[in-house]
Structure formats: structure tokens, C-alpha cells
């Protein structure tokens, strides 16, 4: 049986990250087939759905447009969740737009307030 979202939140490697759930409340539910790590853009066309997908935000756009695009696709192929170390692109919060699209689209997004190896998080 595969784990939820909110199993994975509660996994000491995540909660070392201080993750705050900032929108898709109820995608906390949805089962996690696959953590994946990426800072594409368009890291949608290679995902297949049940993803929960970590990014420090480097490369997302900076227009609110663009960012419910980038939202909009990762809702499309399935995945549940995204979760953006704060820090490096942003530094104390994920932009309304992004908030806003996550909500609208059902996509639990996941502020993360301390660095920490994704590696870890994904062993």
C-alpha cells in the first residue's frame, strides 16, 4: 500500500525540511506512487501521475500566469504534490499565484522552511 501525502509529511527526512502545507489540503489523502526531484519547468511531460515533486524553484517563472501554467500541467498528468524548498528562489513564501493555481487544481504544494538533502527524502 502505498503512502499517503500526509504519511510523507510525517516522515522525520520531510519534517527536518519544517514542510507547511500552504494549499490542496485535500490532496493530503491521495496516495504518493513516486517522489521525484526536479527543477525543470516542464517537468510535466515526464511524470505519469501519483508524483510528489520536490523543487527549490530555481527555474519557475517568475509571471503569475506562467506559474499556473507550470500547476496546471503537473495537475494534468496526476501529480498530487509539489514541494519547493524556501530559500534559494523563494525566500519566506511561495507566490499567490502559485498558491491560488495549487488550490484551484487540487495539488497539496508544500512550503518547505529548512534545507534539507532531497536525497533523504527520497531514499
Do not use: C
Request: proline share 5%.
Amino acid at each position: 500500500m502505498l503512502p499517503t501525502v500526509a504519511e510523507v509529511l510525517q516522515l522525520d527526512a520531510v519534517r527536518r525540511g519544517a514542510p507547511r502545507v500552504v494549499a490542496g489540503q485535500e490532496a493530503l489523502r491521495r496516495p504518493v506512487r513516486w517522489v521525484h526531484v526536479s527543477e525543470v519547468i516542464d517537468i510535466a511531460r515526464e511524470l505519469s501521475g501519483g508524483e510528489l515533486v520536490l523543487t527549490t524553484g530555481i527555474a519557475l517563472p517568475e509571471e503569475a500566469g506562467a506559474l499556473a501554467t507550470y500547476i496546471n500541467d503537473l495537475a494534468d498528468v496526476g501529480v498530487v504534490g509539489l514541494a519547493v524548498e524556501l530559500g534559494r528562489r523563494y525566500d519566506r513564501t511561495l507566490p499567490a499565484a502559485l498558491v491560488k493555481a495549487a488550490e484551484r487544481r487540487g495539488v497539496a504544494l508544500i512550503e518547505l522552511h529548512r534545507g534539507t538533502p532531497f536525497v533523504t527524502i527520497t531514499e
